[in-house]
């Protein structure tokens, strides 16, 4: 199996399983045959990894999205159909719901033939503003359960990081959280806030974010295994 290799300050032995396959690092000092051994005694491991991100990206590949009329979306776990030819202000999006299917709509004020690149940005800001509206209030519900104050939120457009939290009470989300549904996007919230009381992933840490999301596995699990909109 080939693999990157890069030696540097470290204590000890790395491996980093991405798209790109696998990445070893280790430490200067570190002979070539402690490489060699500490890749075999992880190799199950390894293949493992490899295999699931193997697996994730492909899902990525088939959740490309063609930006064009009716092409569908993500949100909040249910699939909303973009629709282009409304009647409103240029730049502005509506949210619909269907009498007879049930189905959602999101309205954009441009014409059908619209370039891709148009209609990606337009939906993005829509999304967007839906993510920072619903961020807020999450934050708002779950800061007094933890006993907590957040200062400000601001958007993350971060590749693989959801969230994080500084000692000030600063909170960045991703807003791609918003293609999840909200019982996933409570757990990135709770997580970040729970940051505001244990700044580590220690057992107390996690008793905390357990203390107002008794179930938080599933959502946690989730997060890792669904595969969003590849947005190009």
Known sequence: MAYEFKRGKRRTIGFVVG?????????????????????????????????????????????????RDSTQIPFLGEQVK???????????????????SQSLTLSLAMPPSAAPEQIRDAVQVWLMRQAKRIF??????????????????????????????????????????IHFRMAVIDYVVVHELSHLRVMNHSPRFWETVRSVLPDYAASRQQLKEDAIPHWV
């Open 19 to 67: 798209p790109e396959g696998l990445a070893v690092r280790a430490p200067s000092w570190v002979p070539l045959r402690e490489v060699d051994a500490a890749l075999q005694e992880r190799a199950a491991w390894i293949i493992k990894k490899l295999d699931e991100t193997r697996a994730r990206h492909e899902r990525l590949i088939e959740q490309r999205i063609e930006w």
């Open 82 to 100: 973009v629709v282009l030819g409304a009647t409103k202000a240029v730049g502005t999006a509506a949210m619909l719901s269907g009498a007879e």
């Open 136 to 177: 807020v209030e999450r934050l708002d519900h779950f800061a007094p359960m933890l006993e907590v104050k957040w200062r400000r939120v601001t958007l993350s457009r971060a590749a693989t990081r959801w969230g994080s939290a500084t000692v000030d009470g600063s909170i960045r989300l991703n807003w791609r959280l």
